[in-house]
């Protein structure tokens, strides 16, 4: 294993980014969510606060979440509540998530 890492055949944290980078454009995930599945599949906790500060930015955040409420939306089931549950199980936060579905409600 070693000699693979120094190959650089073995990166973690480029393992991370792609990881990431496929998550949020696949299956857009706040923060929460994306910690939990880099955790699960053994990342160290240095190279996800890393990798996510990099990536994860307040405007990729907002990107993320506009996706995932747009895939949900499109689905056309439930309410507001409905959702806002929704997003927040998917990891976003709460106040986020009220506030974008508000803004695009005033939108229409």
């Known amino acids: 294993l070693e000699k693979l890492e120094a190959a650089g055949y073995l ?9 990431v980078q496929n998550r949020l454009k696949r299956r857009p995930e706040g923060y929460p969510r994306l910690v939990a599945g880099l955790k699960q599949r ?4 240095e190279i996800i606060t890393s990798v ?3 990536i994860l930015t307040e405007e990729e955040s ?3 979440l506009a996706r995932a409420a747009e895939k949900i939306l499109r689905t056309g089931t439930g ?5 806002l549950r ?6 976003f936060p709460y106040r986020q998530a009220k ?7 005033s939108h229409d």
């Open 99 to 105: 506030a974008h579905l508000q803004k695009l409600q």
């Open 86 to 91: 929704k997003l927040t199980a998917r990891g």
């Open 11 to 19: 990166d973690d944290r480029r393992y991370a980014e792609a990881w």
């Open 79 to 83: 309410d507001e509540l409905s959702v």
């Open 62 to 64: 907002e990107r993320s």
């Open 42 to 45: 053994g990342v160290k906790r």
């Open 52 to 54: 996510l500060s990099e």
